[in-house]
């Protein structure tokens, strides 16, 4: 039993080193950048270093390293409910209990509203230039859309994630590309370590917008970092 309905035939991208850098192997043949790394390289982090000098670098090691544990459990709770169709328990471990909490506001919040969920952890690439895996790809509120799930220590202001919406923009324009659809829709799924939900609605009216930012950055990323 399964909450996937399958209307594509996805495959999947096995990522692979070449000189010296993570690329995804792609079945045109190309080994291109993945859309994080393309984000990544080009995004201004500013920010980042003047927080790591506030904490402290072992101290900013801690809180990244923690988080992504958080993260992955609480992703790996929601991938379980998609796959089976039954909500996973919880292990002992407190990280994975709070995890589980996470995981299960987004379930009640974001996952109500998915009427369809076509695949998870999708591999898509466009050709010969990126490729990356999404969470989640279906139809929310009656429309096709490409959705993620995110984890966060503290809640965030829509002015911080930006890199969110050139995420789902990337990813929709490589299932487009490649399955000949016409997602022009996103949405970002988050739940605070405190429990607090937030969601982030890319939609068709800013789609081309955002779609001349990603691009800009994926130009960027080829002209300075490949």
């Not at 991208?13 to 192997?25: C, E, F, H, P, T």
């Not at 045109?28 to 000098?53: E, F, M, P, Q, Y």
Request: some cysteine; proline content about 4%.
């Amino acid at each position: 039993m399964s909450l996937i309905t399958e209307r594509y035939q996805y495959s999947e991208i096995k990522k692979q080193s070449v000189d010296g850098k993570r690329l995804y192997a792609c079945p045109d043949g190309n080994a291109v950048a993945s859309v994080t790394t393309i984000l990544d390289k080009t995004k201004d982090k500013s920010g980042l270093i003047a927080w790591k000098k506030r904490v402290g670098e072992q101290k900013a090691k801690e809180i990244v390293t923690e988080a992504a544990g958080v993260g992955t459990r609480m992703h790996k709770y929601l991938e379980d409910y998609i796959e089976l169709a039954e909500w996973p328990q919880p292990g002992s471990n407190p990280y994975a209990q709070q995890a589980h909490k996470m995981a299960t506001v987004i379930k009640e919040e974001a996952m109500t509203h998915v009427d369809e969920v076509w695949g998870s952890e999708i591999n898509l690439f466009h050709p010969k230039i990126y490729a990356g895996t999404t969470d989640l790809v279906g139809q929310y509120k009656g429309q096709p859309a490409i959705m993620d799930f995110k984890q966060t220590n503290k809640p965030k202001k829509a002015e911080w994630v930006e890199d969110y919406y050139l995420q789902l923009v990337a990813y929709a324009l490589a299932h487009n590309e490649i399955y000949g659809t016409d997602i022009k829709e996103g949405h970002v799924f988050m739940c605070s370590r405190d429990l607090q939900y937030q969601q982030f609605d890319l939609l068709p009216e800013n789609f081309a917008e955002w779609e001349q930012k990603w691009w800009d950055r994926v130009y960027m990323y080829y002209d300075k970092f490949a």
